[in-house]
């Protein structure tokens, strides 16, 4: 058997719910690698990620406690594409290394890779298998506005960075549908797993 465990990529854009689906597999003894908690690791106070941003934006970005303002650098780099591309030039090798020493400290059956940015970035190659939460672009919308508290158009703006539904769907190799009610995820996440069980335990 191989020493590398199956990597389950599990992807989704804004507001499609992802993180409750990632719920949902952990409460399976699932472990579950979190790219975003990855982003906010490299960024935390005293990492020299966090040094490079401020020299480059200044202390602006920068908060009373010595925390990244993410919310003025979402600010900067939606509107600015060659200043979101050197964050991105920066960030990504970082957080690939967090993800991979979390991949390898993984204990569970399967292991699941859970990142919005999955198929935008080298991260695609990481995984063995990809499963896309996916809901029309109106309810995507309506639930990101909702659960972040924004206007549709800042919402829009966002969705608009991120690669289209119709690529995402041509890429996955399962897709969860996160139209259904909320109350159906538990049952269909466990279905999906059962599947996840046997690729991993015919993977070598």
Known sequence: MST????????????????????????????????????RKIVEPGMPALKFIADRFGQKIIKADGTLDRAAMRTIIFSQPDEKAWLENLLHPLIAEWIVDQIRLARSAYVMLESPLLMETQQLELVDTLLLVDLPEELQLKRASDRDNQSLENIQSIMDTQMKRSEKLNWATHVFDNSLPKSSIPSRVATFHKTFLRLANGFT
């Open 4 to 39: 590398k465990p199956y990597i389950v990529g599990l992807t989704g854009g804004i507001g499609s719910g992802k993180s409750t689906v990632a719920r949902a597999f952990i409460d399976l003894g699932i472990d579950v690698v979190d790219a975003d908690k990855a982003s």
